[in-house]
């Protein structure tokens, strides 16, 4: 008989904007308050009984020195027989990490595994080819590793290796969205967002970061409009539709998900709150990765057994505004039930945390709203989409 995956807590970090308040803070630092954040939510547990840490990062160049989860682990004062590897599948590194403990736990391989994901795109370092041969005659160039391609092979077709705004404004013009309804949806994002923390609802979910004076996500702007917003000029294409207000920023942050077997909660001692009950994974041409996660998630529902119709909350992680609009017209899902919390263009998307904060906002939702069936997305950068369906049992 297969075992079922719960997630039993789920915490973040406030997410910092670029160059601002996180931006003196390692990444292997974030991840362990991550941690030590969502072990605090499990005062009875015994650290030494969680079985492995699954934790994403889409940079590990830098400080995040390669395996962050095994950094992260050690600096949150767990014991060193504790087990951690860091899997990067860039923007969706995080979730893919909860996918995976979660088929850890059903494969019957660990009753507890601990989640997560970091990314400080503030600390990511710039990087310089190596040279073949020693003391080369040209100059040298160095790359910035926060975000998007770098050291492209030439054999990449140049279709495949535009710019993440680039392949977004093809989206925008092949489906029709205008810059009035991406604007629109980006005023809705930082409204919702700061009303959910002016409700209390990022209470529990947020842990603060110490010698930090951070008690919210940095880049929410209340009072958004989108007549505020059309004044911004387009970043991508002088003539195009997206602009810095419309597109998820550049952050710093980290999130944790604690998952366990239904068997794992008196060691856990606490009761879970949602159970994992489907996933999905879909590819297709890099520069359509802002449309994959709607593959993802009609794969995901099928293994779930459900259809949209049961659906009651989505966390769609808003890398743009215009493909979070394509997805939920692609779906045909009342987009009322979308990122009522807010999303990533007002609460930031420091890459590999997103992955986890969709998905803890989500377990949130149902539990608050009662609502049995949920979904988490989030499109990656070089055509991929992933998803989990929860089903509430708090």
Same mark, same amino acid.
């Given at each position: ?10 915490? *973040? ?15 292997? +630092? ?15 547990? +015994? ?49 893919? @990490? ?6 850890? /736990? ?8 601990? !989640? ?33 391609? *770098? ?20 989206? =925008? +013009? ?19 967002? +700061? ?32 007549? %505020? ?11 195009? !539709? /997206? ?23 008196? !060691? ?27 593959? @993802? ?14 659906? =009651? ?12 609009? =394509?997805?939920?017209?692609?779906? %045909? ?6 990122? !009522? ?21 989500? =377990? ?31």
């Amino acid at each position: 008989m297969t075992a079922h995956a719960f997630v039993y807590a789920a915490v *973040r970090t406030p997410f910092g904007r670029f160059g601002g308040a996180l931006a003196d803070v390692r990444p292997d +630092d974030l991840a362990a308050t991550a941690v030590t954040g969502v072990l605090a939510r499990a005062p009875g547990l +015994d650290p030494g009984r969680i079985g492995d840490v699954v934790w994403g990062n889409a940079n590990g160049a830098g400080e995040d020195n390669r395996n962050v989860g095994r950094m992260a682990v050690l600096l949150a004062g767990l014991p060193p027989s504790v087990p951690a590897v860091t899997v990067n599948r860039l923007c969706g590194s995080s979730l893919d @990490a909860a996918m995976t403990g979660s088929r850890t /736990i059903e494969s019957g391989d660990a009753d507890i595994v601990l !989640t997560g994901g970091v990314e400080s795109m503030t600390r990511a370092p710039w990087v310089l080819p190596k040279p073949s041969r020693a003391y080369p005659a040209g100059n040298v160039t160095a790359v910035s590793t926060t975000l998007g391609w *770098r050291l492209v092979n030439e054999r990449m077709p140049a279709e495949w290796t535009v710019s993440l705004g680039e392949a977004n404004e093809q989206l =925008a +013009d092949r489906y029709g969205i205008s810059r009035q309804r991406q604007d629109e949806f980006a005023a809705r994002s930082h409204n919702l967002a +700061d009303a959910a923390w002016n409700d209390g609802f990022y209470d529990d979910l947020v842990v603060p970061v110490d010698g930090v004076d951070l008690t919210r996500d940095e880049g929410i702007r209340p009072g958004s409009s989108a007549d %505020k917003l059309a004044g911004l000029r387009p970043s991508f294409r002088p003539d195009g !539709t /997206i602009t810095a207000a419309n597109a998820s920023p550049l952050n710093d942050g980290a999130s944790a998900v604690l998952l366990g077997s239904e068997a794992a909660r008196d !060691t856990i001692g606490l009761d879970p709150v949602a159970r994992v009950a489907g996933r999905g994974t879909f590819a297709l041409v890099p520069q359509d990765f802002g449309i994959a996660p709607v593959e @993802a998630v009609n794969a995901a529902l099928a293994r779930a057994g459900i259809t949209w119709d049961d659906v =009651a909350a989505v966390e769609l992680n808003e890398a743009f505004a215009v493909q979070s609009l =394509a997805c939920v017209d692609l779906w %045909k899902v009342d987009p009322q039930i979308v990122n !009522t919390k807010g999303g990533a263009i007002a609460i930031g998307h420091p890459l590999g945390a997103s992955g986890g904060r969709v998905l803890g906002t989500l =377990a949130h939702r149902l539990r608050e709203s009662g609502g049995r069936w949920g979904v988490a997305a989030i499109c990656i950068g070089v055509g991929q989409g992933l998803a989990v369906v929860l089903e509430n049992v708090g």
